[in-house]
């Protein structure tokens, strides 16, 4: 699978919508994430969640990084339907500052993304390894913060990725939050049609 996403890389130029790139991430994301599980030993029943973050992951990296692809690879993966809608066009991409269509082009893709990194919140309570469940914990507080500047910044513009301090305070955040919930006994909140191994 992620052979097939490299092979993209070299012939895949530009994506024509969401589902286009959703389907980019099965191959370069997502079986990073089952492999992971896999070798943990954890159920099939945790791919749908792992899934979503791994693909909500991949879109934070194509947002943050959306101007140095395009300058260096002549790669774009935002959508091409996205960027007509907002009136925007593939060249401005090339600017050190996004202009308005653009930046609305830039900021709604945050927020289709949050919805999809949202799917995947209930992973690090449905993996039953500890240790792996504290790291999916602290990889989705992260991505939470990301998408959070990716809604309000300019990619094209400001900075985008976490400094040393806020990479510390949201590892710190997402390791008490899953340790407390695992101290607690809560659990994960499962979704419509998905069964969990007992």
Same mark, same amino acid.
């Given at each position: ?6 092979? #993209? ?7 024509? @919508? ?21 070798? !943990? ?6 791919? *749908?969640?792992?899934? *979503? ?6 879109? @934070? ?19 091409? &339907? *996205?960027?007509? *809608? ?26 289709? @993304? %949050? ?13 039953? &390894? ?14 939470? /913060? ?12 400001? /900075?985008?990725?976490? @400094? ?10 997402? #390791? ?5 919930? /695992? ?11 998905? %069964? !969990?191994?007992?």
């Amino acid at each position: 699978d992620v052979l097939i996403a490299f092979r #993209m890389d070299v012939t895949k130029l530009r994506y024509e @919508n969401w589902d286009e790139v959703i389907h980019y991430c099965r191959y370069s994301a997502m079986p990073v994430g089952r492999f992971m599980l896999d070798v !943990h030993g954890e159920s099939t029943s945790t791919w *749908a969640a792992s899934d *979503a973050l791994c693909a909500g992951l991949q879109i @934070n990296n194509h947002l943050q990084d959306c101007g140095k692809d395009f300058r260096e690879l002549n790669r774009v993966y935002l959508p091409r &339907d *996205a960027l007509a *809608a907002s009136g925007a066009s593939v060249e401005q991409l090339g600017l050190t500052q996004s202009p308005p269509a653009m930046l609305a082009c830039l900021q709604a893709l945050a927020v289709r @993304n %949050a919805a999809l990194l949202d799917e995947g919140r209930s992973l690090s309570a449905e993996i039953r &390894d500890f240790r792996l469940g504290v790291d999916v914990a602290v990889i989705q507080a992260y991505a939470d /913060r990301i998408v959070r500047l990716l809604k309000v910044r300019d990619p094209l513009r400001e /900075r985008v990725h976490l @400094n040393k301090f806020e990479l510390l305070i949201f590892s710190l955040a997402g #390791m008490i939050g899953e340790v407390g919930r /695992r101290a607690i006994g809560r659990k994960a909140i499962s979704r419509p049609g998905t %069964a !969990h191994d007992a």
